[in-house]
């Protein structure tokens, strides 16, 4: 059965330990619902997995402060100035990682995805798990994000071991942005407008 807490009231510090110890949590951001684990513990990445019935989609990571992002990624100029414009926010940055990550979690180029969460409890949670958490969207593959835990719960069930209730989201997913031969690429457009990235890069 799955353990709900609440959001203002949860104590971050067990789910923290527990995240820590393999588990998989339902937690709210400032986009949609995600589904979380230790990014360094292969086993909980396999489970997350198998819970969304996903197979080479890869996942992103929230994580707690950008101090955190640049001691294990590479930001480029271009991502300096998005990161520094839209985080705190619902912006993932497609980065060359400083330091091993699990296969699952990077794409072909093994480039990794980073988000800063405005949710101040999605970053504090990311903080009791060593900075950066998983943060792949709590729904099956191929199916809606959910923006309530009600709807979370529906698809993902007693396949989880903790959720946190942070009421109704906005629903709309980060925009996310990517960075190939100091080109900026709007993989996904989301929460932000594909013109106010580019807006923002425009004459570096």
């Known amino acids: 059965m799955v353990k709900v807490f609440d959001s203002s009231a949860a104590r971050v510090r ?3 330990d527990r995240i820590r110890k393999g588990a998989l949590v339902i937690f709210p951001t400032d986009t949609v619902y995600g589904l979380g684990c230790d990014p360094f513990n292969e086993n909980a990445i396999v ?4 819970v ?3 197979e080479s989609k890869p996942m992103p990571l929230l994580s707690s402060s950008i101090e955190t992002v640049r001691r294990v990624a590479i930001l480029t100029p271009a991502a300096r100035k998005l990161a520094d414009l839209f985080w705190p ?5 497609v980065l060359e990682p400083k330091i091993i990550f699990n296969r699952n979690l ?3 180029r093994g480039e990794v995805g980073f988000r800063i969460p405005r949710s101040p409890f ?4 990311a903080s009791e798990v060593g900075g950066i958490i998983v943060g792949t969207s709590a729904n099956i593959s191929g199916l809606p994000a959910a923006s309530t835990l009600k ?3 529906r698809q993902l069930g007693s396949k989880v071991d903790l959720a946190v209730n942070g009421g109704k989201l906005p629903g709309t997913p980060s925009t996310v942005v990517s960075f190939v031969c100091d080109d900026v690429k709007v993989v996904r457009e989301g929460a932000i407008a594909t ?3 580019m807006k923002a890069v425009e004459g570096l």
């Open 151 to 153: 709807e979370a719960l």
């Open 195 to 197: 013109s106010d990235i």
């Open 89 to 93: 926010g619902a912006l993932t940055l």
């Open 106 to 108: 990077m794409n072909r």
């Open 122 to 125: 999605a970053r504090k949670l």
């Open 47 to 50: 489970r997350i997995l198998e």
């Open 52 to 54: 969304k019935r996903r």
């Open 14 to 16: 067990l789910l923290g």
